[in-house]
Protein backbone atom coordinates (compact mmCIF):
# COMPACT_ATOMS: atom_id res chain seq x y z
CA UNK A 1 0.00 0.00 0.00
CA UNK A 2 2.46 2.38 1.17
CA UNK A 3 5.20 1.10 -1.52
CA UNK A 4 2.32 1.64 -4.39
CA UNK A 5 1.47 5.37 -3.17
CA UNK A 6 5.41 6.27 -2.89
CA UNK A 7 5.94 4.67 -6.07
CA UNK A 8 3.35 6.62 -8.02
CA UNK A 9 4.40 9.67 -6.61
CA UNK A 10 8.12 9.53 -6.60
CA UNK A 11 7.41 8.05 -10.76
CA UNK A 12 5.91 11.70 -11.46
CA UNK A 13 7.80 14.05 -9.54
CA UNK A 14 11.20 12.42 -11.39
CA UNK A 15 9.54 12.95 -14.64
CA UNK A 16 8.70 16.55 -13.80
CA UNK A 17 12.31 17.40 -12.56
CA UNK A 18 13.32 15.69 -15.65
CA UNK A 19 12.25 18.72 -17.67
CA UNK A 20 14.71 21.39 -17.03
CA UNK A 21 17.56 18.82 -17.80
CA UNK A 22 15.80 18.05 -21.18
CA UNK A 23 15.77 21.70 -21.64
CA UNK A 24 19.35 22.03 -21.04
CA UNK A 25 19.52 18.99 -23.50
CA UNK A 26 18.07 21.18 -26.16
CA UNK A 27 20.23 24.46 -25.66
CA UNK A 28 23.05 23.44 -24.10
CA UNK A 29 25.70 25.58 -26.01
CA UNK A 30 28.39 22.71 -25.96
CA UNK A 31 28.28 19.19 -26.82
CA UNK A 32 29.70 18.31 -23.38
CA UNK A 33 26.72 19.84 -21.81
CA UNK A 34 24.31 17.88 -24.10
CA UNK A 35 26.28 14.49 -22.80
CA UNK A 36 25.68 15.50 -19.50
CA UNK A 37 22.03 15.67 -19.46
CA UNK A 38 21.84 12.49 -21.34
CA UNK A 39 23.76 11.07 -18.57
CA UNK A 40 21.72 12.32 -15.69
CA UNK A 41 18.63 11.44 -17.57
CA UNK A 42 20.12 7.93 -17.57
CA UNK A 43 20.86 7.52 -14.46
CA UNK A 44 17.65 8.23 -13.08
CA UNK A 45 16.04 6.41 -15.73
CA UNK A 46 17.43 3.59 -13.61
CA UNK A 47 16.04 4.55 -11.12
CA UNK A 48 12.74 4.91 -12.65
CA UNK A 49 13.03 1.43 -13.76
CA UNK A 50 13.04 -0.22 -10.13
CA UNK A 51 10.34 2.31 -9.67
CA UNK A 52 8.21 0.58 -12.63
CA UNK A 53 9.19 -2.96 -11.05
CA UNK A 54 7.63 -1.96 -7.56
CA UNK A 55 4.32 -0.98 -9.39
CA UNK A 56 4.30 -4.20 -11.59
CA UNK A 57 5.00 -6.14 -8.45
CA UNK A 58 8.06 -7.91 -10.26
CA UNK A 59 11.18 -5.78 -9.09
CA UNK A 60 13.60 -8.74 -8.87
CA UNK A 61 13.88 -8.52 -12.32
CA UNK A 62 13.66 -5.05 -12.83
CA UNK A 63 16.49 -4.28 -10.62
CA UNK A 64 18.44 -5.98 -13.17
CA UNK A 65 17.15 -3.98 -16.02
CA UNK A 66 18.29 -1.36 -13.87
CA UNK A 67 21.89 -2.63 -13.17
CA UNK A 68 21.69 -2.92 -17.40
CA UNK A 69 21.04 0.04 -17.99
CA UNK A 70 23.66 2.02 -15.44
CA UNK A 71 26.41 -0.24 -17.25
CA UNK A 72 25.22 1.00 -20.64
CA UNK A 73 24.90 4.21 -19.51
CA UNK A 74 28.65 4.22 -17.88
CA UNK A 75 30.02 2.80 -21.16
CA UNK A 76 28.25 5.74 -23.35
CA UNK A 77 29.43 8.56 -21.38
CA UNK A 78 33.43 7.10 -21.38
CA UNK A 79 32.97 6.19 -25.21
CA UNK A 80 31.63 9.62 -26.18
CA UNK A 81 34.33 11.37 -23.74
CA UNK A 82 36.91 9.52 -25.61
CA UNK A 83 35.68 10.57 -28.68
CA UNK A 84 35.51 14.08 -27.98
CA UNK A 85 38.73 14.02 -26.73
CA UNK A 86 41.09 16.28 -29.36
CA UNK A 87 44.50 14.51 -29.31
CA UNK A 88 47.24 16.68 -30.47
CA UNK A 89 50.24 15.47 -32.61
CA UNK A 90 53.85 15.17 -31.10
CA UNK A 91 54.92 17.79 -33.32
CA UNK A 92 51.82 20.13 -32.21
CA UNK A 93 52.86 19.67 -28.69
CA UNK A 94 56.99 20.45 -29.22
CA UNK A 95 55.64 23.73 -31.50
CA UNK A 96 53.41 24.89 -28.43
CA UNK A 97 56.84 24.52 -25.71
CA UNK A 98 59.08 26.28 -28.28
CA UNK A 99 56.12 29.04 -28.62
CA UNK A 100 56.29 28.78 -24.93
CA UNK A 101 59.27 29.55 -24.13
CA UNK A 102 59.99 31.78 -26.75
CA UNK A 103 57.24 34.09 -25.05
CA UNK A 104 59.11 33.84 -21.74
CA UNK A 105 62.80 35.01 -22.91
CA UNK B 1 12.24 14.34 25.55
CA UNK B 2 12.88 13.97 21.73
CA UNK B 3 13.98 11.04 22.04
CA UNK B 4 11.30 9.65 24.45
CA UNK B 5 8.58 10.78 22.24
CA UNK B 6 10.37 8.68 19.08
CA UNK B 7 11.07 5.42 20.99
CA UNK B 8 6.91 5.96 21.83
CA UNK B 9 6.39 6.37 17.94
CA UNK B 10 8.09 3.27 17.15
CA UNK B 11 6.44 1.43 19.26
CA UNK B 12 2.69 2.40 18.41
CA UNK B 13 4.20 2.39 14.82
CA UNK B 14 5.42 -1.58 15.39
CA UNK B 15 2.01 -2.04 17.30
CA UNK B 16 -0.09 -0.99 14.73
CA UNK B 17 1.82 -3.61 11.88
CA UNK B 18 1.48 -6.52 13.85
CA UNK B 19 4.67 -5.89 16.11
CA UNK B 20 7.38 -6.84 13.73
CA UNK B 21 8.12 -2.70 12.63
CA UNK B 22 8.14 -2.95 8.44
CA UNK B 23 6.44 0.03 8.68
CA UNK B 24 9.22 1.63 10.69
CA UNK B 25 11.13 0.64 7.91
CA UNK B 26 9.09 1.55 5.10
CA UNK B 27 8.94 5.34 7.11
CA UNK B 28 12.62 5.57 6.86
CA UNK B 29 12.80 4.50 3.43
CA UNK B 30 9.70 7.19 2.50
CA UNK B 31 12.28 10.01 3.94
CA UNK B 32 15.53 8.99 2.03
CA UNK B 33 13.26 8.62 -1.23
CA UNK B 34 12.10 12.49 -0.78
CA UNK B 35 15.62 13.40 0.57
CA UNK B 36 17.03 12.22 -2.77
CA UNK B 37 14.00 14.04 -4.62
CA UNK B 38 15.22 17.40 -3.07
CA UNK B 39 18.81 17.09 -4.22
CA UNK B 40 17.82 15.89 -7.81
CA UNK B 41 15.98 19.16 -7.69
CA UNK B 42 19.08 21.34 -6.61
CA UNK B 43 20.74 19.60 -9.56
CA UNK B 44 18.07 20.42 -11.92
CA UNK B 45 18.04 23.78 -11.18
CA UNK B 46 21.61 24.12 -11.13
CA UNK B 47 22.15 22.49 -14.52
CA UNK B 48 19.75 25.41 -16.04
CA UNK B 49 20.49 28.05 -13.76
CA UNK B 50 24.28 27.87 -13.49
CA UNK B 51 26.97 29.76 -16.50
CA UNK B 52 28.96 27.33 -17.85
CA UNK B 53 30.21 24.49 -18.06
CA UNK B 54 32.25 23.17 -15.49
CA UNK B 55 29.61 24.99 -12.80
CA UNK B 56 27.11 22.70 -14.54
CA UNK B 57 28.80 19.53 -14.04
CA UNK B 58 29.74 20.72 -10.57
CA UNK B 59 25.41 20.72 -9.96
CA UNK B 60 24.80 17.41 -12.25
CA UNK B 61 27.65 15.06 -10.46
CA UNK B 62 27.18 15.74 -6.97
CA UNK B 63 23.28 16.09 -7.36
CA UNK B 64 23.15 13.17 -9.12
CA UNK B 65 25.07 10.81 -7.54
CA UNK B 66 23.56 11.48 -4.23
CA UNK B 67 19.89 11.69 -5.31
CA UNK B 68 20.17 8.40 -7.17
CA UNK B 69 21.57 6.19 -4.21
CA UNK B 70 19.22 7.92 -1.77
CA UNK B 71 16.39 7.28 -3.74
CA UNK B 72 17.55 3.58 -4.48
CA UNK B 73 18.26 2.81 -0.88
CA UNK B 74 14.82 4.05 0.04
CA UNK B 75 13.18 2.26 -2.79
CA UNK B 76 15.68 -1.29 -0.80
CA UNK B 77 13.79 -0.60 2.70
CA UNK B 78 10.58 0.14 0.83
CA UNK B 79 10.10 -2.70 -1.45
CA UNK B 80 11.27 -4.93 2.16
CA UNK B 81 8.10 -6.25 3.46
CA UNK B 82 9.34 -9.58 4.94
CA UNK B 83 12.61 -11.43 5.81
CA UNK B 84 12.42 -14.57 3.32
CA UNK B 85 15.66 -15.05 1.05
CA UNK B 86 13.77 -13.27 -1.59
CA UNK B 87 13.77 -10.16 -0.16
CA UNK B 88 17.25 -10.27 1.20
CA UNK B 89 18.57 -11.06 -2.31
CA UNK B 90 16.44 -8.37 -3.85
CA UNK B 91 18.14 -5.68 -0.90
CA UNK B 92 21.50 -6.93 -1.85
CA UNK B 93 20.76 -6.19 -5.35
CA UNK B 94 19.09 -2.67 -5.06
CA UNK B 95 22.67 -1.94 -2.96
CA UNK B 96 24.60 -3.62 -5.66
CA UNK B 97 23.40 -0.99 -8.24
CA UNK B 98 23.70 1.66 -5.44
CA UNK B 99 27.59 0.59 -5.60
CA UNK B 100 27.80 0.65 -9.06
CA UNK B 101 26.56 3.93 -9.66
CA UNK B 102 28.30 5.58 -6.54
CA UNK B 103 31.47 4.22 -8.57
CA UNK B 104 30.81 5.08 -11.83
CA UNK B 105 28.95 8.27 -12.38
CA UNK B 106 31.60 10.18 -10.43
CA UNK B 107 34.20 8.76 -13.07
CA UNK B 108 31.86 9.85 -16.27
CA UNK B 109 31.67 13.16 -14.68
CA UNK B 110 36.07 13.14 -14.01
CA UNK B 111 36.33 11.78 -17.88
CA UNK B 112 33.92 14.45 -19.25
CA UNK B 113 35.43 17.13 -17.56
CA UNK B 114 38.73 16.07 -18.25
CA UNK B 115 37.90 16.07 -22.05
CA UNK B 116 36.48 19.13 -21.81
CA UNK B 117 39.69 21.00 -20.75
CA UNK B 118 41.37 19.58 -22.83
CA UNK B 119 39.40 20.54 -25.80
CA UNK B 120 40.05 23.81 -24.69
CA UNK B 121 36.98 24.62 -23.17
CA UNK B 122 37.24 27.41 -21.01
CA UNK B 123 36.01 27.70 -17.26
CA UNK B 124 34.03 31.15 -16.99
CA UNK B 125 36.29 34.01 -15.27
CA UNK B 126 35.65 37.22 -13.04
CA UNK B 127 36.14 39.45 -16.80
CA UNK B 128 33.46 37.27 -18.36
CA UNK B 129 31.26 37.88 -15.84
CA UNK B 130 32.16 42.00 -15.58
CA UNK B 131 31.91 41.76 -19.52
CA UNK B 132 28.02 40.37 -19.67
CA UNK B 133 26.81 42.48 -17.04
CA UNK B 134 28.24 45.84 -19.06
CA UNK B 135 26.18 44.77 -22.21
CA UNK B 136 23.04 44.07 -20.21
CA UNK B 137 23.71 47.71 -18.72
CA UNK B 138 24.16 49.02 -22.33
CA UNK B 139 21.00 47.21 -23.21
CA UNK B 140 18.83 48.45 -20.84
Known amino acids: ?105 | MSLDSFSFFALAVATEDGGDGFLLLQIIGVICGILGLIFFLGSAVGMVRFPDFYTRMHAAGKGDTLSTMLMLGGFGLVTMDDLSVGSWLLLIKILGVVLFIYLTTPTSSHALMRAAFEDDEMPMTEDDLKKSKKRGKKKR
Do not use: H, Q
Not at chain 1, 69 to 88: D, E, G, K, P, Q
Open chain 1, 1 to 105: MIAEWFAIVMGTSLFVLMVPVIYRICIGPTGFDRILGVNVIGTKTAVLLVIIGTLYGRVEMFVDFALTYALLNFVAAIIVSRYLNRTISLKEMEAREKSKEGSKT
